[in-house]
């Protein structure tokens, strides 16, 4: 029986996978290739019908029947399969692996430069789950770095090719996941929710292990109950996101759960269980050796005791989060911190201080790119208003509460824009224009109403 040569089968190969074919495509485009009739290749094994089948897709061959037929082509079975060979799908694999690797590493350009190259290459198989993989992998990686609407392309592109393909609920649920990470990122908040949901959904229909998957869901969907006021709901789901990474027994998942928790605590009151939280969160981390989050925890733990009644210790946190930021290169983390400090000189009546720290916070936010800091941005902007205001600067005051309106009008926040009146109606108030300030107030109170959803 004529066999391929060594040099045309691999350029029928090369061709092959270029095209994106399905397996019984690639049987007949290999088979005409070594001028071989569907009888010839069915030989005595199997009859020429069950050949036109497997080309016609209309069945599909077990793996012994693939390996049978890749001897008699000359092709490496896994080419046969899924149109790339198996060495070389082990090296696209291996590569895949490293670049998860400096994903968890938090070695974001690093692992950018590789997805640069692994995601064309992983499309040019032609293998579905390969492709996923680097889209996925790429877009978590674009999200790291800011570029937004880059991850979100390619997340949307990776949901296109899993829910076309043989995934798996838990496969899907995973695609899932990253592009509701994303469309909160983009502040796309009830889409984020609709598709966390989906996700949730389809990890716990699989019946599959997946309480890392889940817990990492449930703490973004706390978030996104956050952000609608609805906390609620945010503490159920961060309660559950707690016992499943407790479950997990991973200390990334355990930090991340914690986090939240924190969080939710911190704005229903409960100051110390939030401080609480935030120490286990950052006890997580400080194990991983993640200082990014360990300097966002220490500046939350600076919030919270100043909160508590600590402003000598709160400062105390801020500055080394204000280090930590600065050690890793992370500018808005480092504005966080002195619009933190800010605030509390603020409280304390530094106006100076306070006025000067805001502005330092917004030039470094300028640094980091506004456009995907706008919370930031607006608080900031809320405080450098205030400190204006108790220094009787009005004009200059209100420029900065008007700032601050349109970052949270971006942000599509309630409660945030409800701030930004309160403050304009203080303006109000000090310029003796008590309509003014009245209406203001009233909006603000009408938009921190409890809304359930």
């Not at 502040?187 to 997946?210: D, I």
Request: glycine share 8%; aromatic share 6%; hydrophobic share 40%.
């Amino acid at each position: 029986m004529p066999h391929l040569t060594r040099d045309s089968a691999i350029n029928t190969s090369r061709t092959a996978a270029n095209s994106g074919l399905r397996l019984g495509e690639r049987l007949r485009q290999l088979r005409v290739a070594a001028n071989l009739t569907q009888s010839d290749l069915a030989g005595e094994r199997f009859s020429k019908e069950y050949v036109s089948q497997i080309e016609r897709g209309k069945t599909r061959p077990t793996r012994e029947t693939v390996e049978w037929l890749a001897a008699q082509l000359g092709v490496d079975p896994g080419f046969l399969a899924n149109g790339v060979a198996t060495d070389e799908r082990g090296r696209l694999e291996g590569a895949l692996a490293r670049a998860e690797t400096l994903i968890e590493a938090l070695r974001n350009e690093e692992a950018a430069t590789e997805y640069d190259s692994l995601v064309p290459a992983a499309r040019a198989t032609g293998v579905p789950e390969l492709a996923v993989r680097a889209l996925v992998g790429a877009g978590r990686t674009q999200m790291r770095m800011g570029s937004l609407r880059t991850a979100l392309d390619m997340l949307n592109e990776a949901r296109g090719i899993a829910e076309a393909g043989s995934f798996s609920d838990l496969e899907r649920a995973e695609v899932l996941y990253a592009l509701g990470v994303c469309r909160y990122q983009l502040n796309s908040v009830q889409t984020s929710l609709g598709l966390l949901n989906e996700s949730l959904e389809l990890a716990e229909r699989s019946g599959l292990p997946s309480d890392q998957l889940r817990s990492n869901i449930l703490s973004w969907r706390s978030r996104c109950w956050r952000r609608q006021r609805d906390y609620e709901a945010a503490r159920e789901d961060i309660e559950r996101a707690l016992q499943l990474a407790e479950d997990a027994d991973d200390a990334r998942t355990i930090g991340a759960a914690y986090f939240q928790a924190s969080l939710v605590a911190d704005r229903e009151g409960h100051w110390v269980l939030a401080r609480s939280y935030a120490e286990r969160a950052r006890a997580a981390y400080e194990e991983l050796s993640d200082r990014v989050h360990v300097g966002q925890l220490t500046n939350n733990l600076g919030a919270l005791n100043f909160l508590l009644g600590k402003p000598e210790e709160a400062i105390g946190l801020l500055k080394e989060a204000f280090g930590i930021a600065l050690d890793t290169g992370r500018d808005a983390d480092a504005a966080q911190a002195v619009s933190s400090m800010a605030q509390i000189h603020l409280r304390t009546g530094s106006v100076d201080q306070a006025e000067e720290q805001a502005r330092h916070a917004l030039r470094l936010l300028e640094a980091a790119g506004n456009e995907d800091y706008i919370d930031e941005v607006g608080s900031a902007q809320l405080v450098l208003g205030r400190a204006l205001l108790e220094q009787s600067r009005l004009e200059e005051a209100e420029a900065a509460f008007a700032s601050a309106e349109s970052c949270f009008e971006q942000l599509g926040s309630a409660s945030h824009r409800a701030a930004a009146w309160v403050a304009r109606g203080d303006l109000a108030a000090r310029r003796g224009d008590d309509r003014l300030a009245a209406h203001l107030y009233r909006s603000a109170a009408e938009a921190l109403q409890d809304v359930r959803f």
